[in-house]
Nanobody
Framework: VQLVESGGGMVQPGGSLRLSCQTS????????MSWHRQAPGKQRELVAA???????NYADSVKGRFTISRDNSKNTMYLQMNSLKPEDTAVYSC???????????WGQGTQVTVSS
């Protein structure tokens, strides 16, 4: 099983980034996928999730600015991040969760830094 995040980097406040989570080794289409982030000195938090049927939910702090999506044909999940703020700075990780087996898999994370 592999989950590989990409697309992180440094951006100025107000800018945009698109994260990708390329997966392999499990049945992507049947898993709930989610993005999480952890800032220095803080606990990891859920950013957004998308179920296998396409239903989504977002943390209040990112609603209206971030959009989660998935492409089951490419086994890939995305996070479009707009209007980025310094408080969005964190390591962003993707997670796959099977509602049937309860198993979960994590990626290694990608750094997002929002700074002027």
């Amino acid at each position: 099983v592999q989950l590989v995040e990409s697309g992180g980097g440094m951006v100025q406040p107000g800018g945009s980034l698109r994260l990708s989570c390329q997966t392999s080794g499990f049945t992507f289409s049947s898993h709930t996928m989610s993005w999480h982030r952890q800032a220095p000195g803080k606990q990891r938090e859920l950013v957004a999730a998308i179920r296998n049927g396409g239903a989504t939910n977002y943390a209040d702090s990112v609603k209206g600015r971030f959009t989660i999506s998935r492409d089951n044909s490419k086994n890939t999940m995305y996070l479009q991040m707009n209007s980025l703020k310094p408080e969005d700075t964190a390591v962003y990780s993707c997670k796959a969760f099977s509602p049937v087996s309860g198993r979960m898999y994590w990626g290694q994370g990608t750094q997002v830094t929002v700074s002027s």
